[in-house]
C-alpha cells in the first residue's frame, strides 16, 4: 500500500469572480521508503499542496489518503495524531522557539504528545548523534549557524517516528555548502532510516 496517495485534490482560493485555482486536480502517489522531489516555480502550488497534506488548510476537492486512511474522517485526537506524529515538518525558516534551546525545541513535540521521559530522553540522544548536534543541545537558536538550527528541526521533525517528513523549501535558506549537506542527510536518512521524504523546491540541487 502506498504511504500517502492523492486523487484529484484541488484547492481553490477566493470567490468565482477572483479565483485561483492553486491545485486544479493533481494526483499523486507515494511509496513507503520513497524520497520524492517536487519541482515547481514561485507561486506554482506547492505549499498549498503540502499545507493539504499537513491537514492545515482544506481541499475544495479530491481525497489525500495517508496509509489508507483519508484525512477528512480524523477528527479531534486522531487529527492531532496524525499532524503531530504521523507527519514531521521542516521549514525554509526552520521555525524553532528562539526562547528554548536546541534540546527543547526537539524535546517540544515529545512532550506536547505525552510520550514518556524516558523515552523522549534516549531518542534525543539517538537523534543527537546520528545528525552530529551533540555541541549545539544547549544553545539557543540565536547562538546557531543556518546548518545547525535545521539540524535541530530535523531532529525535532523525526522525535516522534514520522512516516512522512514534508519538506517546504527547506534549503532555500542556506549557503550551497551547508545545502548539500543538509541534502545529503534527507538522503541518507531516507536510505538508513527508511524514512519517507517529500520534498518541495523551486530550485535545482
Ligand atoms: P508556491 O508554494 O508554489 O509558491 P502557493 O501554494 O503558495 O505556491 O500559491 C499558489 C497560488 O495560490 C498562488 O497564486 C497564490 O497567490 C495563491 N494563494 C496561496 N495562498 C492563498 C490564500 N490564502 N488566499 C488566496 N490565494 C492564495
Not at 484529484?8 to 522531489?37: H, M, P, R, W
Not at 517536487?38 to 503540502?50: E, R, W
Not at 483519508?70 to 526552520?94: H, P, T, V
Not at 544553545?139 to 535545521?150: A, D, E, R, V
Request: aromatic letters at 4%.
Amino acid at each position: 500500500m502506498s504511504i500517502l496517495k492523492i486523487e484529484s485534490l484541488c484547492k481553490y482560493y477566493g470567490n468565482k469572480k477572483n479565483e485561483t485555482k492553486a491545485l486544479d486536480g493533481i494526483s499523486l502517489e507515494v511509496q513507503t521508503g520513497e524520497f520524492l522531489g517536487i519541482m515547481g516555480s514561485s507561486g506554482s502550488g506547492k505549499s498549498t499542496l503540502l499545507n493539504c497534506v499537513a491537514s492545515v488548510i482544506r481541499p475544495t476537492g479530491g481525497q489525500i489518503l495517508v496509509n489508507g486512511t483519508d484525512i477528512r474522517s480524523l477528527k479531534g485526537a486522531e487529527l492531532s495524531d496524525y499532524r503531530g506524529r504521523q507527519i514531521g515538518y521542516l521549514f525554509q525558516n526552520f521555525e524553532l522557539l528562539e526562547n528554548l534551546t536546541g534540546r527543547e525545541n526537539i524535546l517540544l513535540p515529545l512532550a506536547l504528545h505525552k510520550y514518556e521521559e524516558k523515552k523522549g530522553e534516549q531518542k534525543l540522544k539517538e537523534l543527537a548523534a546520528y545528525l552530529e548536534i551533540q555541541d549545539v543541545l544547549d544553545k539557543f537558536p540565536t547562538q546557531m549557524s543556518g546548518g545547525q538550527k535545521q539540524r535541530i528541526a530535523i531532529a525535532r521533525a523525526l522525535a516522534t517516528d514520522p512516516k512522512v517528513l514534508l519538506c517546504d523549501e527547506a534549503t532555500s535558506a542556506l549557503d550551497p555548502t551547508t545545502t548539500a549537506s543538509i541534502l545529503d542527510l534527507l538522503k541518507d536518512l531516507n536510505q538508513k532510516l527508511g524514512v519517507t521524504v517529500v520534498v518541495i523546491t523551486h530550485q535545482m540541487s
